[in-house]
């Protein structure tokens, strides 16, 4: 099955700086990547997401771009802000469920 | 905007004990899951569910669990003899197609004692 890995664990910035969260998949047939925000005690809520037929895609201060011939996509935040502090998750599915990184803690230091 | 219920927020259960945590997809959603997220650990899958059966499920959803959607919304999942290391939030989700946008309930948060 699918392997999603993601780094680091947990990141802090600066409020303003950019914070960028990696991840790697194993399954060639993986074509939809979505990333979740989870705030504490919440639902993951999807902020952006990617299919396999796209390289980069936008919106506002996210992005996220994905190389598949290395099996990695990867999460940008710029200019970021208190409230983008939570967790968040990258996600890889072909199909019939969805294979979740470990998560990054992201704290923006105001 | 439409959302994934949940229902209850919070079970407590003693061990041993059969629960049942509900939820209520997206209308016009086709697909159907179950995940559980333990205490500061990633969201791990469950089950997953189309066209009124199994589509996948891990080696977590073992013989302990169930699922059924017994009308047109609701979507349940079983557990049949709790154990403390049940102990977790359990999401529900839904999407419209076979890899899109998938949509999260709030959670069922089980605690086993």
């Known amino acids: 099955g699918e392997n999603v890995e993601q780094h680091p664990s947990t990141l802090s910035v600066q409020e303003g700086d950019s914070a960028v969260i990696k991840c790697t998949y194993s399954?060639?047939?993986?074509?939809?990547f979505p990333w979740y925000k989870q705030e504490l005690g919440k639902r993951p809520q999807l902020i952006i997401d990617?299919?396999?037929?796209?390289g980069e895609k936008k919106d506002q201060r996210i992005a996220v771009t994905l190389n598949k011939t290395a099996k990695h996509f990867s999460l940008h935040i710029t200019e970021t802000q208190p409230e983008d502090s939570a967790v968040y998750f990258c996600?890889?599915?072909?199909?019939?469920?969805?294979?979740f990184g470990t998560g990054t803690s992201l704290t923006v230091i105001p | 905007e439409p959302e994934v219920t949940q229902t209850p927020s919070h079970q407590v259960t003693q061990m041993g004990q059969e629960v049942i945590l509900r939820c209520v997809p997206i209308?016009?959603?086709?697909?159907f899951y179950w995940y559980r997220q333990i205490l500061g650990q990633k969201v791990e899958f469950l089950v997953s569910?189309?066209?009124?059966?199994?589509?996948?499920k891990s080696e977590i959803f073992d013989d302990q669990f169930s699922v059924e959607r017994p009308d047109g919304s609701n979507f349940t999942l079983k557990i049949r003899s709790t154990k403390l290391e049940d102990s977790a939030m359990y999401f529900c989700?839904?999407?419209?197609?076979?890899?899109?946008?998938?949509?999260f309930g709030q959670g069922t948060r089980l605690t086993v004692v």
């Open positions: 989700a839904s999407t419209e197609d076979r890899a899109g946008e998938a949509f």
């Open positions: 399954d060639s047939a993986s074509n939809y």
């Open positions: 990617i299919r396999s037929n796209v």
């Open positions: 996600a890889a599915t072909g199909g019939n469920q969805f294979y």
């Open positions: 209308s016009n959603h086709l697909y």
């Open positions: 569910f189309y066209n009124n059966e199994i589509s996948e």
